[in-house]
């Protein structure tokens, strides 16, 4: 079985640019969740779909950020615009019941000069 | 703010050595979890424990859950340079979805 995948592993991009980052949960994995780490602090929670429902989003720092799951599959987070403080890993996760084990992909290193 | 202290940091040791890492909160937890994350990659699940006072063992791996679900820890029995890696802990508050995790602890294995 495919574990969680993301994309891209790695994106450098420049101040004020847009960036987007993909999941692809485990395949039947209706909960989907972003988190995210800023060097040298904790992994923290970004928001949680179920299916293509955002059930909680209160970790999303502020309005350039947009996650979407259409069709309740893959999703995506955009960045727009980015700012130096976005820089990070972020990480998507994925469980089959909603507060159950939850399975990380590797995460996208995400650096905004 | 819910907060997960997780000690020590930083642990360089000897292989053979027995180490053991925290994980502290004032927050009850209906589930805590243990992960080991490698460079590059997301964190790898190593055990979930849920009932105070449970005690899991996975090798030379030994996972304790508080009594009052509240901290945990992992002890490792004669460490070995394989198991240098970035261990972190998370918790789940009872009643919400949302893990908590710890700062980490990063644990470097001498040969």
Not at chain 1, 37 to 66: A, C, T, W, Y
Not at chain 2, 18 to 39: A, H, I, K, M
Not at chain 2, 76 to 105: E, M
Request: proline letters at 4%.
């Amino acid at each position: 079985e495919a574990g969680v995948t993301q994309f891209p592993s790695h994106s450098v991009i420049e101040k004020g640019q847009t960036v987007t980052l993909r999941c692809d949960p485990i395949s039947g994995h209706d909960n989907l969740y972003w988190y995210r780490r800023v060097m040298g602090k904790e992994i923290k929670f970004l928001l949680h779909f179920v299916k293509e429902s955002k059930q909680d989003e209160s970790g999303m720092p502020n309005n350039r950020f947009l996650a979407e799951r259409t069709g309740g599959t893959y999703s995506t987070l955009k960045v727009q615009p980015a700012e130096l403080e976005d820089s990070g890993v972020y990480f998507c996760a994925s469980s089959q019941i909603k507060g159950s084990v939850i399975y990380f992909g590797p995460g996208t290193r995400l650096l905004v000069l | 703010t819910q907060l997960l202290e997780q000690s020590p940091q930083f642990l360089s040791i000897q292989e053979g050595e027995n180490l053991t890492v925290y994980c502290n909160s004032s927050s009850v937890f209906s589930s805590l979890q243990w992960y080991r994350q490698e460079p590059g990659e997301g964190p790898v699940l190593l055990v979930t424990v849920v009932t105070g006072g449970e005690v899991k063992k996975l090798k030379r791996l030994t996972f304790q859950f508080g009594d009052a679900r509240k901290d945990s820890s992992l002890h490792i029995t004669a460490a070995q340079p394989g198991d240098t890696g970035l261990y972190l802990c998370a918790g789940l508050p009872s009643g919400t979805y949302k893990y908590i995790f710890g700062t980490g602890t990063r644990l470097k294995v001498l040969a």
